[in-house]
Structure formats: C-alpha cells, structure tokens
C-alpha cells in the first residue's frame, strides 16, 4: 500500500497521479488460496472476477499471472461504493452455480470495507464464513478458524460456500516469468455488470487529524502513580 | 417515527464492551430522532438478565432471544433474527459492532433487508435524509465522510469510537423466538478455543504493550509482558528493529509493514517512534510512551510521556495497573 | 575491543568477495527455461533504449524483405514497476532521446520543462555566493525530469513495439558455457527468512538468450561478476559518489536549476548539492558526495538533511512537505575507470553499468540511452551475421568510442580524481585548467584508489536531531522511498565476519537507508530498510539481489 495518498482537487477522491493499480493484500490470499486448493486437489479451476472499469482489469492479468485460469470483468463506470451494489452484480452473475468455493479477501484496502463477501452469500443464499484465518477444504466440506477478540472459533460448513480471507492464512504468491507470459493468453472477458442503484456516496476525504500529543508528565519511576491517575481519570482507559 | 436498533454482543452469556459502545451511540441517534432505541440481546439461557444493563446505557426496549446456540456467534440464526427485528420495526437504523461478530452479522442483515452498509465507522450522525458516517479508508491513511441514503441503513461502529455512558431509561423487555433454528444453521460452531497465550489478538485488542530496541535483550519482552498481564486485555506488540532481531516473532510486528493496530491503549515502552512503526499505531486513543531519550519522535505523538529507564519504570506501572484493577 | 578512535582502518579488510559460484553458473539452462533471443537485465534508461532500438532494427529488416524474423525480447527489472528503482537528478540532455525517437519532438518526451535558468553558488554555512556557471555545467538546451517518469515512459513504448517487460524480476545468475553467457537465472520468491519454502514459494526461472545485455545500473552485481570471471581490467579502479535525493511540495516556486559547491561539504569531500523544479512548486533537491571521504562518521543522508537548514534551500522547503526520498550511488570514475571491454561471447555492458557517466557535467542518462541504441545495433548485426560473437559484439565498443560518449568522457577524464588528490580548493582549480585544456592538462592519467582502500580515520559527524518538517532520520526517510520490502526474507546482504566496531560505525554513517547500525561494539543489520542504493556494496557488505518488487517504490525520482 502506498505510504501517503493525496486527495485530488474534488475533495472525495484520491488523486491517482503515480498510483499504481495492484490486486489487494486480502484478495491476494484469497486468489493464492484458490490456487492452493486447485494445486493439492489436482483438478479444478480458479476463475477471477472483478467488478469495475477498465482498470480492474490490472488486478486481474494479476490474478491470472498468479494461475487463475480466465477472468471476468463485470463493468462499471466506476466502482460502485456501495457493497450492496456490487454484490448484487457479483450475485446476478454467480446464481447458476457451477462452482464449490466463493472466496473473497476479508477486507478492500482502498475502501476498508468487507462486505461484499458475506452480502454475495446472502443474496446466494450460500452458507458462509468471514475472515477465515485457516482453511481446509475437502470433496463436499470445509472447516475453517476464524480469530475473535482474545479466542478463536473453528467452523464446519458444507459446499458450496462463501468463504472470506483473513491475513495469516497464507502469502500470495508472485507470479512466475511463465505465469506472466501465459496471463496475457489467458480469456478475460468484459460484460455490463447488473449493479443495484448506489446508495452510498462518499461526500469527501480528509487527512487524519495530527495527534496533538507531547506532554512529557515526568521522569522515572517517580511518575508511575501521575501516569496511572491520568489514565483512570483523563483518558478512561484503565 | 423512527427508531434505532442496536444489536448488543454477547460471548459466553455475557454483554461484551462493545454492547455498550452500541447503546451509547444508538441512544445518541434516538434522541437526535426523537426516537426510541430497541436493542436486541441474544445469548443462551438466563441471558435477559443483562437487559437491565442495556436499559442502564439508554435501551428502551430490548428484545431478548435465548437459546443455548447463541453462547456463541451462532451467525446465521443471529442475522436472521436481527434481519426480523429490522424489517418488522420503522428503523433509521441498525447499528452494529465492528468486531469480529459484528462485522460478519452487518452485511449479512442488510442484504437480507436490501439495506445499504458500512463497516467499521468511527461516528455516525443524521443530516436531514440521510445517515451520516466517518470511516477509516486507504490503510487507515485517509478518513471518509459517506453519506447512506434510504431507511433502514446498516453501520457498525468501529470498537473504542464510542466511551459507554449510562442513560437510565424506562426499559420494557419483549422475548423474541430466533427467525430461524440456531441448531439448525449449516454453518457450525465445531470448537471454541481461547487464544494461546490467553491474550487477545493485536488487532482486537483495546489494550497493546509494545516493546522495541530500547529493552536491549529477547528476555527483557517479560517485562513488557508482565505489564500486558496487568492490564488484563492487553496483547504485545513489536517494533520491526525487534523483530528483525528475531527477539519476537514477524507477526507480532506492529507497522507499515506489519500490522495496523488501534486500540484504546498503546503503551510503547523503549521504541523511539520511526514513521514505518507509527503508520501502524498512531490511530490508537490513548498513547503512553516510556523511552529514556527525551528527544524520541514518539514523544511528539504520545498523550502521555515518561522519560526514564524502562526497566524501572515498567515493573513500578506494572504493580500500579494491578492495584488499581483490583480496587475497581 | 574499541581501537582508538585516530586508528585508520581499510575498509577493504572486512569486505567479502562477490560468491562468483553463485552468480557465474556453469549449467545448462532448466529444461523448463523460458526460450528468448535477447534478455536484458534491466529496465532503465539504457535496457529500454537497446529493447526499442532492436525491435526496430527488426521490424525494418523484416519489412525491408531482411528475413530476421522475429526476435523476442525479455526485460527482467527487479523493481516491482518499472522506475521504482530508478533515481537521478535529473537534468537531461536530450540527444539521446532525439536519436532514438526521431520522429517525436521534444515537447513529445517525458520531460517536466526545460532549464530556463541556472544559478552556482558556493555555500558557507549561513551564505552563498553566486559564481559563474562553469562551462561544463551549462544546461541550456537540456530539460528537468524524473528518472522514474522516463522509465515508465521508455517502458510503454517498448511494450508498443513488443518487448516483454517483466518487472519483479531480479537475476542472480548468469548462466554461461565455455566463456559464452547464454541466458540467465531469476531469484526464486516466497522464501522464509531461514532459507525454506514458503506455501507460497516460486522457484527460480531461467531464461536463454542469443545474446545478453547488462544494463543493471550503477555498481551491478552480474556486471561486477562478469568482470572479475573474465579478468576485464580498468586503467583506474571506479570509483562512486552517493546521492540522496528528496521531492518536496513546496509553498514557494523555483525557478531555476541550482547546484552548490561547499558546505555543508567539508573540504575533504567531494561533491556538491543540487535542486531543480519539476514544476514550479514540485522541487527534487539533493546532495552528491564521493564515497573517498576519509573520515567514518561522515554521513551523506545527514549532510542532506543540514543542507536543508541553509537559508539558501530553507525559503523555498520551509511549510512544504517532503514526499518522496531516496539513494543511489554514481559511477564516478569516468574514462580511465571504464572497462577495458564492455562486450564478451554473447554480452553487452551498457549504461551506469559500464560507468558511462560524467562527473563534471553532472549526467549520464544520455550516455546510458545512447549505450543501448549501440548494444541493440550491434546485437543486431551479430544475429544477422549468425550469432553473438565477441567478435562480432566488438562493434559495440567501437561504436561508444567513436561516439559523443566516449569524446565527453576522455576530455574530462582527470576531473574527478583530482579531487581524491588535491583536495577541494587546489583541485577545483585544477580542473578549471582541465575545462580550459579540453583535458590537455595534466597530460596523464592521474591514479585513482578503490573507494574500499581509501583508510578512514575517526570523526566526521556531529550529534544532529532530526525536526521530522524539514529534517528527517534515515528511517523516517526510508518510509518516503515507499520500500515495504517484506520483512521475513532472508538476508540479501554478505556481510563480513567480527565487523570491528569502527568499521561498524562507518556503514552505519555511509548507508544512507539505515541497515546498519552500530550498537556499542556490536554491528545490528536490518536488510529490509535497504533501497538498493550499492553504498555499502562498494566498500563493504556485499549486496545481491532478493525476492522481486522488494526495495523503494520511487514514483518521480
């Protein structure tokens, strides 16, 4: 991810002089994950789809560089903020079925938001599992963990399945010199996407306030007891 | 005229933190509405004890399931009890937690009711028709303003956001059936299982105890470990130098590189404050920061310094967090 | 253990020797190695010209009834894009670019603006004193660019032609046979930091080749080997200077191109300090100082970050913001530093990484473009006349000699090491008589010293704290550079054993990027900060390439 995002002149987008386009951490394990899958079963493919304009098709020369077999563009003017909207798309395109797994990254980097993954089971009407940290998959089930604050559960689930991709689980690969070379022969096919209306709109982005801190309330051990009181009684934390 | 709903989060039979969190910011929307807040509770058996609670934070009717599933997420029964809820009642809106449960319910409950979401938002606040939020974007970098349209709207509020107020209200509790059989949910709770080392996960935690260079040695970590244990909620974290070193491992690595932390707390003992380390921290609430050169960078971002030896200082706040913890 | 701190010690001592087994590998290539006619390791300036150049030659050919047939090309970059690893001033000039493109014009090229004015000063500590722009720093005519620009620019035209462009790519070995290099090997990705196989691990690729072209860039590690295994020797040793460079938004516009001479240089270094508008309020400003400086502690990136503080550079940095850093060494040795040939069986040298830069003028983006227009013409040549041949690949080097690169080089040969010599003032003088002479004067070779030989005394630094406005610590920088290379690979850098602690605190001060550092009298290493800069390599611990895309992300440097 980049280190520093400028806002472009209209105050609610990023100003993408220089941005260069790369598939998302989460969705890169989750694309990795596939991958995996489909290598220990010896059979099956990993197809990739995106919803978007032009440039979701970077992420998915990415993903097929990686060795997902074809990939779908399902076209938008832009991509839609509101995760309703996509997941209706992605809905609207997966309802024949003809797969065991849907997996998604956890989270979207960009728009920190991981909806869409648990909104597409819903409207598929697909058992589903958020943020799995592990995953096993065999011919008709899958168990998964997922970490919750301070503990963790280990889930059963019957395909097919919404499964999302918490980090931990596995790297993403780089793709292979061989990969690249086959990405750019492999189909990548673009259709209109069947968005519902947006009713998220992203009225403007800030910086995040500078922290104001720089209070230095003493030295040594001397300052213990101010710390605790100021922490009990100032902040609230303890 | 409209209502809030607020789902309160429960683990094990008890409400967790974050329960409250929601019924602060809920009663906050109801009033701006002239409205009431309904909180749903879902918990095994005997757990419509804690509506009183919920009543005490500004629930003016809780609507209370019990069934021995819910002990824990049980997420499927859970969403599409609360999707009930939602539907029958005139909502503005459903607000969540952001944590591990709550984000995996929000979306869910609002594609079944064709209802517009944002996860992990920080405030939450109406103008004119529409909901509006903040919410960290970009890696944390940038904070969005979005606007929701439509009614009902799902959020769910980003852990810490709020400080749980007490509003005592005139509570009614309505026992609700589960929408659907928890028993019968295809996905299922095989194991539970508490955290290795009992602490919670650096990205959940409100609490984290930092170590870097400035501790000098692997074993100096038990220090900062014996303060985490203090605390009680506190995960340890690292600088990348120390996990460079091999002193902790990679994944405890908190920045650019490593994990982006927010919690309630950070205490960061011996770090100087390199940017790579506080792109991933500097969200945190509260900032407390032990390093003996009082030039360090982290000085200039920490609520709270002190200057000093970490290792008399650590051990020293160690025993006062366990006095005062259990004064409380 | 601390050796007094007068004691001088050869840094040459504890540098340990490029593992020429590992980079020249006498194997045949994998059997499942990618097939190509022509590999360049490479995407820079110099890589990209040869590529666009050759696939032209060939499409002329071919149109032109030749029967070349088709020819691929492979450019391996290890920056994750291309230009992420690219850094220079830039003040360009444009004659390279007019004869590769000579159906563009110049408001065509990926340049900022041209120069529209130029000052020199020469700089005490609270002053500067405008001096009169020395011929060979004339920059009329030349342009303002980003490096980064420039390479992603080259890039898409390659690609346009149909080059293949393959960025993530670093090589770590040169696969040869007999003398020939026939192709080379990838670094494998996906490793733990102990060496093994991640879930996620890709092994290495080999890629054949007819012919080979090292366009690494400054101080390239194939390049180095290559040399060492074929005994290709220089007159003088090369010697390199290190630049750190920041990009600031600024409140207040430049408008002019600006180099200084003195502080906060002292007299026993050699450089200089630079800053140049890209546009009127986007200013790339740096500070250049031979790597020969003979006290330890002497610190290029704090040297950078004092510059700031003079009011000269302060009026127009103060209230802006500091968007992007970064570091890269400079061959600095000129003419009596090149190789003695820049061609083998199946191999070109082009580029910094051959030392095709010139010191006086302060450029060598030009020469690099121009190297790889000859590489491809001669590439060419060879594989219509049957295949890449030293022999035929020879018209390689006659090509630089006849040309401006060559003529610019030769006339300047001694400007740089008089420095070494004479020091500031007396070899400031000296080579104003060389300009004057067109290099008649002295009349002979002057002998240059490794960098690594040069012996280092104790001091060299001052205690300075970083503001975090307008001055930065190494890894506050290093976050601008964009480098979040993956923290669990294992180590890409040979360091030598029982690093003495003075030895210690010279890498410490030389690394601009803060890999290592010296604690008491033990050396810590965190190869992870490394931006591929090759400061150390040139003295001390060895630098080789680790998994693809790792390093600095530069967008406009």
């Not at chain 1, 076209?75 to 797994?101: F, K, N, Q, W």
């Not at chain 3, 003398?179 to 093994?196: H, N, Q």
Request: with cysteine.
């Amino acid at each position: 991810m980049e280190a520093r995002f400028k806002i472009a002149p209209d105050g609610a987008s990023v100003d993408e002089a220089g941005l260069k386009y790369d598939i998302g951490d989460f969705d890169g394990y989750a694309v990795e994950v596939g991958l995996q899958i489909t290598e220990k079963a010896g059979q099956g493919e990993v197809v990739v789809y995106s919803v978007g304009p032009a440039v979701v098709q970077e992420t998915l020369r990415k993903a097929l560089s990686m060795g997902a077999t074809r990939a779908v563009q399902l076209e938008t003017p832009a991509v839609p903020t509101d995760s309703l909207a996509i997941a209706t798309a992605l809905a609207a395109e997966l309802e024949d079925g003809g797969y065991d797994l849907i997996l998604f990254g956890k989270l979207a980097l960009d728009s920190q938001n991981g909806a869409v993954g648990p909104m597409t089971a819903e409207l598929l009407g697909l058992p589903c599992v958020t943020a799995a940290s592990q995953l096993d998959i065999t011919a008709s089930s899958g168990t998964a963990r997922r970490e919750l604050e301070g503990a963790a559960e280990i889930l059963e689930f019957p395909l097919p399945a919404v499964v999302t991709i918490d980090e931990g689980i596995t790297r993403a690969r780089l793709p292979s010199l061989k990969g690249i070379m086959g990405a750019k022969k492999k189909p990548l096919e673009t259709k209109p996407a069947q968005v519902s209306d947006s009713r998220v709109t992203l009225t403007s982005l800030a910086l995040p306030p500078e922290r104001t801190g720089g209070r230095i309330i003493g030295e040594g051990a001397e300052a213990v007891p101010e710390l605790v009181r100021l922490l009990q009684t100032e902040a609230k934390v303890l | 005229m409209a209502n809030v709903l607020a789902f309160a989060e429960t683990r094990g039979g008890e409400l967790r933190k974050v329960a409250l969190e929601a019924m602060t910011a809920g009663r906050a929307l109801a009033d701006a509405l002239g409205g009431e807040l309904h909180a749903i509770l879902l918990g095994p058996s005997g757990i419509e004890s804690k509506a009183a609670t919920l009543g005490a934070h500004g629930a003016d009717v809780v609507y209370v399931a019990e069934h021995d599933a819910f002990a824990t997420s049980a997420v499927e029964a859970s969403a599409a009890t609360a999707a009930r809820l939602v539907g029958a009642g005139d909502y503005r809106v459903a607000l969540f937690s952001a944590s591990a449960q709550g984000k995996d319910l929000a979306p869910r409950v609002a594609a079944k009711v064709k209802a517009p979401v944002v996860d992990d938002v920080t405030q939450v606040q109406l103008q004119g028709d529409k909901v509006v939020v903040t919410h960290p974007m970009y890696a944390n970098k940038l904070i969005g303003t979005l606007s929701l349209a439509g009614a009902p709207v799902v959020v769910s509020l980003r852990p810490n956001a709020v400080i749980p107020a007490q509003t005592a209200r005139d509570t009614r509790v309505e026992r609700v059936q589960p929408a659907v059989d928890p028993a019968a949910a295809r996905v299922k709770v095989k194991e539970m299982i508490r955290g290795n080392t009992g602490k919670p996960d650096l990205g959940e935690a409100p609490v984290i105890v930092s170590g870097g260079r400035g501790l000098k040695a692997p074993e100096n970590f038990a220090l900062v470990e014996a303060l985490a244990d203090a605390f009680g909620n506190a995960a340890v974290g690292a600088t990348r130098a120390v996990t460079d070193e091999g002193w902790r491992p990679h994944q405890d690595q908190i920045g650019q590189t490593g994990r982006l932390v927010s919690p309630d707390l950070y205490v960061a003992v011996g770090i100087s404050g390199a940017i790579q380390h506080l792109a991933g921290m500097k969200t945190s609430r509260v900032i407390v920061a032990i390093n003996k050169d009082r030039e360090a960078p982290i000085f200039k971002i920490a609520d709270y310094g002190v200057v000093g030896d970490a290792f008399e200082i650590v051990p020293a706040l160690t025993e006062a967090v366990k006095k005062a913890r259990a004064e409380q | 253990m601390t050796a007094p701190r007068t004691l001088p010690v050869i840094p040459a001592a504890y540098q340990p020797e490029l593992p020429l087994d590992r980079i020249i590998l006498r194997e045949s290539p994998d059997a499942e190695a990618v097939p190509m006619d022509v590999v360049i390791v490479g995407g820079g300036p110099a890589g990209l010209a040869a590529a666009i150049e050759l696939k032209r030659l060939v499409k002329r050919d071919n149109e032109s009834g030749g029967g070349m047939g088709d020819v691929e090309i492979a450019v391996l970059e290890k920056a994750g894009g291309l230009g992420e690893h690219n850094l220079s001033g830039a003040v360009v000039n444009p004659i390279a670019f007019r004869a590769l493109f000579p159906e563009l014009k110049d408001e065509d090229f990926p340049f900022r603006a041209p120069v529209r004015g130029e000052r020199v000063y020469l700089l005490t500590e609270g002053r500067a004193v405008r001096l009169p722009t020395p011929p060979t720093m004339r920059n009329h005519g030349n342009f303002v660019a980003s490096v980064s620009e420039v390479a992603r620019w080259l890039g898409e035209r390659a690609e346009a032609e149909g080059v293949n462009i393959f960025t993530g790519f670093p090589v770590e070995s040169l696969l040869v046979d007999g003398e020939r290099v026939i192709g080379v090997r990838t670094t494998p990705s996906g490793l733990e930091r102990d060496g093994s196989h991640g879930s996620s691990y890709q092994p290495p690729t080999d890629v054949t080749a007819r012919a080979v072209v090292l366009a690494e860039g400054t101080r390239g590690m194939l390049t180095q080997a290559y040399q060492r295994w074929q005994g290709i020797g220089s007159e003088n040793p090369q010697i390199y200077a290190l630049g750190v460079k920041e990009l600031w938004e600024t409140k207040v516009p430049l408008d002019a191109v600006v180099h200084t001479l003195g502080w906060p240089l002292p007299p026993d270094v050699f450089g200089g300090t630079f800053m140049y508008p890209l546009e009127p309020n986007l200013v790339a400003l740096g500070l250049v100082a031979g790597m020969d400086y003979r006290r330890r502690a002497t610190d290029v990136h704090e040297m950078m970050q004092r510059m700031k503080l003079h009011p000269l550079f302060r009026k127009y940095l103060e209230g802006g913001e500091m968007v992007e850093w970064g570091a890269k060494t400079i061959p600095e040795g000129g003419y009596y530093a090149l190789p003695e040939r820049r061609y083998g069986e199946g191999v070109v040298i082009a580029g910094d990484a051959a030392g095709f830069m010139d010191v006086p003028s302060l450029k060598g983006m030009h020469y690099a473009m121009q190297s790889g227009i000859y590489a491809a013409r001669a590439i060419f040549d060879a594989l219509k006349g049957g295949d890449a041949t030293a022999e035929r690949l020879a018209s390689y080097d006659r090509m630089v000699r006849e040309s401006f690169i060559l003529r610019d080089l030769r006339e300047r040969r001694n400007m740089r090491i008089v420095f070494q010599k004479s020091g500031f003032y007396f070899g400031g003088a000296k080579a104003a008589l060389m300009t004057l002479t067109r290099g008649i004067f002295p009349g002979r070779k002057i002998t240059a010293e490794r960098d690594a030989e040069v012996p280092r005394v104790g001091g060299g630094s001052t205690a300075f704290t970083p503001d975090g406005k307008l001055t930065f610590s190494k890894l506050d920088a290093n976050y601008r550079s964009g480098n979040a290379t993956r923290d669990d690979i294992p180590s890409h850098l040979i360091v030598g054993r029982d690093i003495p602690a003075e030895v210690a605190e010279l890498y410490q001060h030389m690394c601009p990027a803060g890999v290592y550092e010296r604690d008491g009298d033990r050396l810590v290493v965190s190869p992870a900060n490394c931006i591929d800069c090759k400061a150390t390599d040139v003295i001390g611990p060895r630098w080789t390439p680790r998994e693809g895309g790792s390093g600095p992300k530069y967008r406009r440097m």
